[in-house]
């Protein structure tokens, strides 16, 4: 059980993220890609990433990679998860790749301590640059294929809980919300009992708690290892099994396209993209990619503006409105932990 002790500022600063965080959702997908947790819910997804997996040797390298830090159960390091902001995939990596040293190396020491780890990891006398780099790569080519076909699911089931949890914050404030977390969690003034693997306090002091709904959260809440982050509870929302044909996915990919579809999810995934950036990320060649963000822009779905030396592209309204019906994940602007 992990019982989260609260005061009464904390209670004045009880948050709740009103969309899926994409790398809490990445580590709670990779725990149930290892365990095979849900057969109802996740089989399908499972099978299919399986398979994308067996033909994406880029994906598969960068999943193999997130093992080295994600196991299936027991300590995951915190910086994988930085805070909720409600930012698009993008500037969570940014946040993972500016992961202060000395955190860097006291998290892997705590990982080195619980599993063997592979030489690649950096040493605590090493920079340690290019292993976040590498990590924040991992993190993208995973999302990719494990979590972007399916992201529209995932915002709706996680949107038609915080619907919910809002009703309740109307009706009865801050401990109606709270005593709503039943049955993985009991509200017991002050404290906050949850389903947890390990017997652990939490002392909020003052900081307030985060309440962030996931989809691929299974059975019980997770949470930071680390009691002097800002404190986050991530919770499973109800689930749906994912729908029997993708076809919002498939749909975009008609209307576009599967190259052009990319393109246009990549450039979306972010403020603005360089024609190299959109390159490099979908291993095109430059000509490529720059023909193909010309015809996006000549339909209106791209827009391109000049920024000193550099040409940025970013998505229009429209391509936002397209995008939310086809599911993409972008189209929207992410202890002891046991996913």
């Known amino acids: 059980m992990l019982r989260i002790h609260f005061g009464?500022?904390?209670?004045?600063?009880?948050?709740?993220a009103q969309q899926p965080d994409p790398l809490w959702e990445l580590m709670c997908a990779i725990c149930r890609l290892q365990t095979h947790q849900g057969p109802l819910e996740?089989?399908?997804?499972?099978?299919?990433?399986?398979?994308?997996?067996?033909?994406?040797?880029?994906?598969?390298?960068?999943?193999?990679?997130?093992?080295?830090?994600?196991?299936?159960?027991?300590?995951?390091?915190d910086f994988l998860?930085?805070?909720?902001?409600?930012?698009?995939?993008?500037?969570?990596?940014?946040?993972?790749?500016?992961?202060?040293?000395?955190?860097?190396?006291?998290e892997l020491a705590r990982l080195a301590a619980s599993r063997p780890l592979p030489g690649w990891v950096r040493g605590p006398h090493e920079r340690p640059a290019s292993s976040l780099l590498l990590v924040a790569d991992a993190l993208r080519d995973s999302f990719r294929v494990l979590l972007e076909?399916?992201?529209?699911?995932?915002r709706s089931a996680v949107g038609?809980?915080?619907?919910?949890?809002?009703?309740?914050?109307?009706?009865?404030g801050t401990g109606a919300l709270l005593t709503g977390l039943h049955p993985f969690a009991r509200w017991n003034p002050p404290?906050?009992?949850?389903?947890?693997p390990v017997e652990r306090e939490?002392?909020?002091?003052?900081?307030?708690?985060?309440?962030?709904?996931?989809?691929?959260?299974?059975r019980r809440p997770t949470a930071l290892a680390d009691p002097g982050l800002d404190p986050v509870l991530v919770y499973p929302v109800a689930k749906r099994p994912f729908d029997s044909a993708l076809t919002g996915e498939e749909g975009l990919e008609r209307l576009l396209g599967r190259t052009r579809s990319a393109v246009l999810v990549e450039v979306a995934g972010h403020r603005t993209r360089t024609t190299t950036d959109v390159a490099r990320a979908l291993d095109l060649a430059p000509a490529s990619?720059?023909?193909?963000?010309?015809?996006?822009?000549?339909?209106?779905?791209?827009?391109?503006?000049?920024?000193?030396?550099?040409?940025?592209?970013?998505?229009?309204?429209?391509?936002?409105?397209?995008?939310?019906?086809?599911?993409?994940?972008?189209?929207?602007?992410?202890?002891?932990?046991?996913?």
Not at 8 to 16: C, G, I, K, T, Y
Not at 149 to 154: A, K
């Open 42 to 77: 996740f089989g399908r997804w499972r099978r299919r990433s399986t398979h994308l997996l067996s033909r994406d040797g880029r994906a598969d390298e960068a999943l193999r990679t997130l093992r080295t830090f994600i196991p299936a159960a027991g300590y995951i390091p």
């Open 81 to 106: 998860t930085p805070p909720v902001t409600g930012e698009y995939l993008d500037a969570a990596l940014e946040r993972v790749r500016a992961t202060p040293r000395d955190r860097l190396v006291a």
């Open 289 to 339: 990619a720059s023909y193909q963000i010309g015809v996006l822009r000549g339909a209106g779905l791209i827009v391109s503006r000049r920024a000193g030396k550099r040409v940025e592209h970013s998505v229009t309204p429209l391509a936002r409105g397209l995008l939310s019906g086809s599911g993409s994940p972008l189209a929207g602007g992410a202890i002891l932990r046991s996913g």
């Open 160 to 172: 038609d809980d915080v619907a919910v949890r809002a009703r309740a914050v109307l009706g009865g």
């Open 191 to 196: 404290y906050l009992d949850v389903d947890y």
């Open 149 to 154: 076909p399916y992201w529209r699911q995932v």
């Open 8 to 16: 009464w500022r904390d209670l004045e600063n009880v948050r709740l």
């Open 202 to 218: 939490l002392r909020l002091e003052g900081r307030g708690l985060t309440l962030v709904p996931s989809y691929f959260c299974w």
